[in-house]
């Protein structure tokens, strides 16, 4: 028997698997839009609420919009006690293993759960994004011994979240880069995380669903954890002098430097640059440039790949900014997640609108047709 001849596009490198309204990447020139919108603009003048309330609504809020909107969203910071109590029975775990499990959990306590329509995908999506800063806030907190922290209502999202999570509240400046931070990571195409929540929501799975999977894809190195793994690297190289040694190392043993490379930019990821200037005034006013120096000195090193196309992406200065500012790396990628929410919902909304199972499929390549052996005539 002979199996048809087909061709393979392995990894979807390249593959358009829908339409969509909601971001737009140029790989070449390294240029980000959401929903037609300059990141450059978005990232030094929009809030992130304002940034979620674009995404979701499809436009800019007004002031009275917006106040209504964070108005929703601060009311559904508190957690039920029963996630709480997840949170402690699972303190142990990786933060994203007590992010996606808590956040899998809301599910049981969402009045909209199983309704998939547009206006109750809208709730759940604010009340996701709302949470995901408490749950891992709340972990933090417990499994350092202590009570969680209940969030502060004069507090915008970002600030919040760096209140609840050192039980202080932060230096404006601090909360300002955190803030940008989630603009930066709120939308970008059909990565691999926003994949997997497309493909729960084809086959007409709920929100819950979906960004449960987003959560449980973009936990790996190749995708959400490289920004860990960037400030990793930073600390075993040590000082600028051995970045090169440290690098040239790598890549001859066939190694990857974290943070670069991307599957769609071939020129320095546009949202890298926000961070740049960022990761270097912070290392500053901290009193400690030498990782931003490190990290430059990288790049330098890099600039043979960046010819090919290799060049730093989103997570390569992020590392830098939570290190200086005292977050501990194992919550890295869950700050990518929170950021990440509403981008996960809008693409979940997008898929139901004019939804179709997302099936493709494999090329067989084992044996064919062997011959059942019963058990006792097995060698
Ligand atoms: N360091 C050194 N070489 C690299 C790197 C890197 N970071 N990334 C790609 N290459 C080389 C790779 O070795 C290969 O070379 P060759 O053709 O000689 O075999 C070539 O570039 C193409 O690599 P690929 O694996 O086919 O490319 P991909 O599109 O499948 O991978 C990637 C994209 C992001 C997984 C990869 O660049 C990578 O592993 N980067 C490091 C991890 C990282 O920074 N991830 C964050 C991505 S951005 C944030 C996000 O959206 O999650």
Not at 101 to 113: H, L
Not at 149 to 176: I, K, Q, S, T, W
Not at 241 to 253: D, K, M, Q, S
């Amino acid at each position: 028997m002979t199996q048809e001849k087909v061709r393979l596009h392995r990894g979807l490198r390249d593959v358009y698997i829908d339409r969509t309204q909601s971001s737009f990447i140029d790989g070449k020139i390294g240029k980000l839009l959401y929903r037609g919108y300059n990141i450059d603009d978005l990232a030094e003048n929009a809030s992130f609420e304002e940034t979620i309330y674009l995404l979701l609504y499809s436009k800019l809020p007004t002031q009275s919009e917006l106040d209504a909107f964070d108005a929703d969203l601060k009311a559904n910071r508190a957690l039920p006690e029963a996630i709480v109590e997840i949170i402690r029975l699972t303190k142990d775990a990786h933060p994203m293993d007590v992010l996606r499990t808590a956040i899998s959990a809301t599910a049981a306590y969402d009045p909209d759960v199983a309704d998939n329509s547009h206006e109750a995908n809208l709730r759940k999506g604010v009340r996701l994004t709302a949470m995901a800063p408490t749950i891992v806030a709340a972990h933090a907190q417990i499994r350092n011994g202590k009570d969680p922290v209940e969030p502060d209502l004069e507090l915008n999202h970002a600030g919040n979240f760096l209140y609840m999570l050192f039980g202080e509240r932060p230096d404006p400046r601090d909360a300002a880069l955190i803030d940008k931070d989630f603009v930066l990571h709120a939308e970008h195409g059909v990565n691999a995380s926003s994949f997997g929540a497309r493909v729960a929501a084809s086959t007409q799975a709920d929100l819950h669903c979906a960004v449960t999977t987003g959560i449980a894809v973009l936990k790996g190195p190749a995708h959400g954890g490289a920004a860990e793994e960037v400030m990793k690297m930073a600390l075993e190289i040590g000082n600028e002098e051995n970045a090169g040694p440290y690098v040239r190392n790598l890549v001859e043993h066939g190694g990857r430097v974290m943070g670069f490379g991307h599957r769609v930019y071939r020129a320095v990821d546009p949202r890298s640059v926000h961070l740049r200037d960022d990761a270097r005034e912070l290392g500053e006013r901290k009193g400690q440039p030498k990782w931003f120096s490190i990290l430059q000195e990288v790049i330098e090193i890099m600039q043979p790949y960046s010819r090919r196309g290799i060049c730093q992406n989103v997570d390569f200065f992020s590392g830098a900014i939570y290190y200086l500012l005292d977050i501990p790396d194992d919550l890295f990628i869950s700050i990518f997640a929170m950021g990440r929410i509403p981008g996960w919902t809008v693409q979940v909304m997008e898929q139901f609108e004019n939804n179709i199972l997302l099936r493709p499929r494999l090329e067989y390549t084992g044996p064919m047709d062997l011959e059942y052996v019963k058990m006792g005539d097995r060698d």
